[in-house]
C-alpha cells in the first residue's frame, strides 16, 4: 500500500516531479504531496506542528532547530537529516537591473529569508568576498526565494539571494549575478530531505532512495526529456532556460548529488558560515562545536544497503 507524505518545499522540486514521472516513486509505493512553504520558520512550526511529514531544506535550517535554542520559533526539536539533495542549484547573489559592482550595493536593500538562516550566511560570506561589511547595506526580510525573486523585479530590494531556476528568470531580466557560493563558499550544500523524530524516518528513507535514484537518472542522461518537461511545467521557464537549469542539475560543483551522501566538507562550510556569523554561546560553551561528530544525530545514520 502507498504512504502518502506531505513535503514542504520553498520552490516547486523538479527531482520529486521527475521521479514521480518515471516511476521511481511508484517504485517505493510513495505518494508525495508538495506544500509550498513562505519561509524557513514556518516551514519548520509546519514539521514541528505534524502538518508537513518531511522537508526539502537548508542544512543549515536543520543545525538551527536541532542545537540553537535561540533559533526564529524558540524551541528544539529532533529533527535530523536524511539525505543530501543538491549543492546549491545555482546560488548567488544578483542585483537588480542597474547595479552590476558590488559598490553600488554599498546603502542598498539586500533581501533574505530571515537574516539568520542559511543562504543569509553565505550572502554574508559573498558580500564579504567583494569588499562590503554587514554595515554596508540594509537587510529586509522577504521569505522564500520566489518570494525574494519578485521583490528584486519589483524593485523592493537591490539584491538578494537565487537559485534553482529562479535565479535564470532573474537574468532573463537583466538582474546581474556578482558573487556565487560555489566560486566563495565550495564545498557547499544547498538542501537536504530532513525529518522529525522516527516515526517518518523509515518511509523518508524511502524517498531519498527514489530521489537518489532520479538524480541518477538525470545526471546520467538517461531523463533529459521528461526533466526538461518537468522544468518547464514547474517553473514556467522557457525552453531555452529549462535547458539551462537541467544543466545545472547535472553540473558536479552545484547540482544534484546523486549518491545522496552527506560530505563532511561540505557540511563543515554549513556549520562554519553559521559559527562565523551568528556564533551560539551558552555558558562560554559553543554548542555547535559537535554538531559535525557522527553520534550529534544531525545525520541520520545510514541503512546497511547504503554503506
Known amino acids: 500500500m502507498s504512504r502518502r507524505l506531505a513535503v514542504g518545499v520553498f520552490s516547486p522540486s523538479v527531482l520529486i516531479r521527475v521521479a514521480r514521472r518515471t516511476g521511481r516513486l511508484d517504485e517505493h ?7 509550498p512553504v513562505l519561509s524557513s520558520p514556518a516551514q519548520f512550526r509546519s514539521l514541528l506542528d505534524g502538518d508537513l511529514d518531511a522537508v526539502l531544506t537548508s542544512p543549515d535550517n536543520v543545525v538551527a532547530y536541532r542545537f540553537v535554542p535561540d533559533n526564529p520559533l524558540g524551541v528544539t526539536a529532533d529533527v535530523t537529516i536524511v539525505s543530501a539533495i543538491d549543492r546549491g542549484l545555482g546560488l548567488a547573489l544578483y542585483s537588480r537591473p542597474g547595479i552590476t559592482a558590488a559598490d553600488q550595493l554599498r546603502g542598498a536593500t539586500v533581501g533574505v529569508d530571515v537574516p539568520t ?7 554574508y560570506a559573498l558580500a564579504e568576498s567583494m569588499g562590503l561589511s554587514r554595515d554596508d547595506y540594509h537587510l529586509v526580510t522577504l521569505g522564500s526565494t520566489p518570494k525574494r525573486l519578485d521583490a528584486l523585479l519589483a524593485g ?3 539584491a538578494t539571494m537565487l537559485n534553482a531556476g529562479n535565479e535564470l528568470s532573474a537574468e532573463e531580466a537583466g538582474c546581474v ?18 525529518v522529525l523524530g522516527s516515526e517518518s524516518l523509515e518511509t523518508a528513507r524511502r524517498l531519498a532512495a ?3 535514484a532520479t538524480a541518477d537518472d538525470i545526471c546520467s542522461g538517461n531523463a533529459d526529456e521528461v526533466t526538461l518537461d518537468e ?16 544543466a545545472r542539475l547535472k553540473d ?12 563532511l566538507p561540505s557540511l563543515t562550510t554549513v556549520v562554519d558560515l553559521r559559527r562565523r556569523y551568528l556564533p551560539s554561546v551558552v555558558n562560554g560553551i559553543d554548542i555547535l562545536a559537535g554538531a559535525l561528530d557522527p553520534g550529534s ?3 541520520a545514520a545510514l541503512e546497511p544497503h547504503d554503506t
Open 29 to 35: 509505493d510513495l505518494m508525495i504531496d508538495e506544500i
Open 210 to 212: 527514489a530521489l537518489r
Open 297 to 299: 544525530g544531525l545525520v
Open 117 to 123: 538562516s542559511g543562504f543569509a550566511f553565505a550572502m
Open 231 to 246: 522544468v518547464i511545467a514547474a517553473l514556467g521557464l522557457r525552453r531555452q532556460l529549462a535547458a539551462r537549469y537541467v
Open 177 to 194: 549575478p556578482l558573487a556565487r557560493v560555489a566560486d566563495v563558499c565550495a564545498p557547499y550544500l544547498g538542501t537536504v530531505l530532513s
Open 252 to 263: 558536479p560543483q552545484e547540482g544534484l548529488v546523486a549518491d545522496g551522501r552527506v560530505d
Open 156 to 158: 523592493r530590494c537591490d
